[in-house]
């Protein structure tokens, strides 16, 4: 199974300000068919599923904010959100979906300094 | 608007089974992949396996924790998702999510229905 890791388990932004989780891989998701990472973010907030955010590393889910932004390769990936709002105080999970079983990452917390 | 719609949990004991239904709505359900992913409380989020499509075979695979314990099937006549759950254990307690499945990535979220397995 891919194992994945996330850092750091939590972090506090002020607003307006960028933030960046990072996200490694046990082994490449990088499918060399159609050269595309197969690595997802998620947002979760209390109460509520988790919500796509960016999948194949980059592509931004249709109706997601242009501050979200993923970027990475193989291995490792980061998901940046370029000027914290109050609405993104939640968990963010990564997840592989190059093969199954697809795995998550444990989550990091952002919370407002 | 997409909809998924979970119904089905509730308290079982250690052992016991339960099933789990997911209702889908406002896409192609015929045409969609679907998954269940599952949050036991305060832990992160857990793939539990998926259904491909009839023309696929409706395939399916499953995670190693509830290989040969749970069953997914899908009737695209009634739009529904099913998630047969047996042998169950105190460690299957979560939030059992319904998701559609895009090339493994998960793009619209039920609300979830919450499974307890406690004696």
């Known amino acids: 199974d891919i194992v994945m890791t996330q850092s750091p388990d939590s972090l506090a932004v002020s607003l307006g300000e960028r933030a960046t989780i990072n996200c490694k891989s046990s082994?490449?998701?990088?499918?060399?068919?159609?050269?595309?990472?197969?690595l997802a973010w998620y947002q979760q907030k209390p109460g509520q599923p988790p919500k796509l955010l960016i999948y194949w590393a980059s592509t931004r889910e249709s109706g997601v904010p242009d501050r979200f932004s993923g970027s990475g390769s193989g291995t490792d990936f980061a998901l940046t959100i370029s000027s914290l709002q109050a609405e993104d105080v939640a968990v963010y999970y990564c997840?592989?979906?190059?093969?199954?079983?697809?795995?998550f990452g444990p989550g990091t917390k952002v919370d407002i300094k | 608007e997409v909809q998924l719609v979970e119904s089905g949990g509730g308290l079982v004991k250690p052992g016991g089974s339960l099933r789990l239904s997911c209702a889908a709505s406002g896409f192609t359900f015929s045409s969609a992949w679907m998954s269940w992913v599952r949050r036991a409380p305060g832990k992160g989020l857990e793939w539990v396996g998926r259904?491909?499509?009839?023309?696929?075979?409706?395939?399916?695979h499953y995670a190693a924790p509830v290989k040969g314990r749970f069953t997914i099937s899908r009737d695209d006549s009634e739009n529904t998702l099913n998630l047969e759950m047996n042998s169950l254990k105190t460690e299957d307690t979560a939030v059992y999510y319904c998701v559609t499945d895009y090339w493994g990535s998960f793009n619209h979220w039920g609300q979830g229905t919450l499974v307890t397995v406690s004696s």
């Open positions: 997840q592989q979906h190059y093969g199954s079983p697809f795995t």
């Open positions: 082994q490449s998701v990088l499918y060399s068919s159609n050269n595309k990472n197969n």
């Open positions: 259904i491909s499509t009839k023309s696929d075979h409706a395939t399916t």
